[in-house]
């Protein structure tokens, strides 16, 4: 493969599963580079070894996929036994974003279940802590890491209220300092789904409502201007947002007409939704945006429940 230009040893590089990349740095120095460059790394195909998932008395569990021998995380995080009351929120590229109190003090905790290393405790703002049971707010948090940026993380946080989106927090690990930073997205907008609302106390995360994808957040919303959350044919004016973790681009993508996605993601590089019809006989659909200026959906494939 020596007379191969870069370019094409990339390519197929980015092909070759993760494991296997690992080894091949060991070749040569010249293959420890071409092996460790972002572009490969954030392309090759890694093998998920588990989940994290909640069971119904509300010990949260980690699903093993090898099928085999030990699982490779510890569901209880033996490693967190400093703080009490540990709740995991959310986890982004193999990364855990848990709630956990320490000498009386609430605090997020981003850490590696793998490594059983804590990457920062970060103090919870006074504006996250539960609120009076006379005012209801939901909190929205979600963790933003890209495996090709090992040492850099945000927590971002979107504080809303019956009046729609109160405020917008952001933890960088480059600045180390909350700030706060106002939604380009509009007053009227919601995040989550209307006919979706069921959370877990106070706090929600946007499991399968958000990810996280080259800086960008996508989140399954609603526009709700009040009485009228509908659009001239009747439907939900479901929407799908984005937004940057600096807080300089926003964006507002219309879902397809007539549908709702409870679950969105990304596959090949293009942004996909999915819906269940409960009044077709629970038929899944899956969609994808084909293109992102003008908002053209397709219908990629269907499936009706055995």
């Known amino acids: ?44 195909p890694q093998t998920l070894s588990g989940f994290f998932g909640d069971s119904p008395d509300g010990i949260t569990r980690f699903i093993n996929m090898s099928g085999r021998g030990w699982p490779l995380v510890d569901p209880s995080l033996p490693f967190l036994r400093g703080f009490e009351n540990v709740r995991l929120l959310d986890c982004c590229g193999g990364i855990l974003l848990c709630h956990g109190m320490r000498a009386w003090r609430a605090e997020y905790i981003v850490c590696n279940p793998a490594t059983e290393e804590i990457w920062a405790a970060l103090p919870v703002p006074r504006s996250h802590h539960n609120p ?68 877990w106390d106070d706090w929600r995360s946007c499991e399968s409502g958000y990810f996280f994808l080259d800086g960008t957040l996508y989140f399954i919303a609603y526009y709700d201007s009040g009485y009228n959350i509908f659009d001239s044919e009747g439907s939900t004016m479901n929407l799908i947002v984005t937004g940057d973790t600096d807080g300089s681009t926003w964006r507002t ?54």
């Open 1 to 44: 493969m020596e007379g191969l230009p870069n370019d094409l040893l990339r390519e197929i590089l980015s092909r070759v599963p993760y494991r296997s990349l690992c080894r091949l740095k060991c070749v040569s120095p010249a293959w420890l580079v071409l092996c460790s460059d972002p572009a490969v790394r954030k392309r090759s």
């Open 253 to 306: 993508i219309q879902q397809p007409p007539k549908v709702k996605f409870i679950f969105i993601g990304h596959s090949q590089g293009r942004l996909h939704g999915m819906q269940i019809d409960h009044d077709i006989g629970c038929r899944l659909s899956v969609w994808v945006l084909e293109n992102y200026a003008s908002g053209q959906w397709t219908l990629k494939h269907t499936a009706n429940e055995v």
């Open 132 to 199: 009076p049971e006379s005012y209801v707010r939901d909190h929205t948090i979600s963790l933003c890491f890209d495996p090709a940026v090992p040492s850099r993380f945000t927590v971002f946080v979107i504080i809303d209220n019956d009046h729609g989106i109160t405020a917008i927090e952001v933890y960088s690990s480059d600045a180390r300092e909350w700030a706060s930073m106002s939604s380009g997205w509009g007053h009227q907008t919601r995040i989550g789904s209307p006919s979706l609302q069921i959370f």
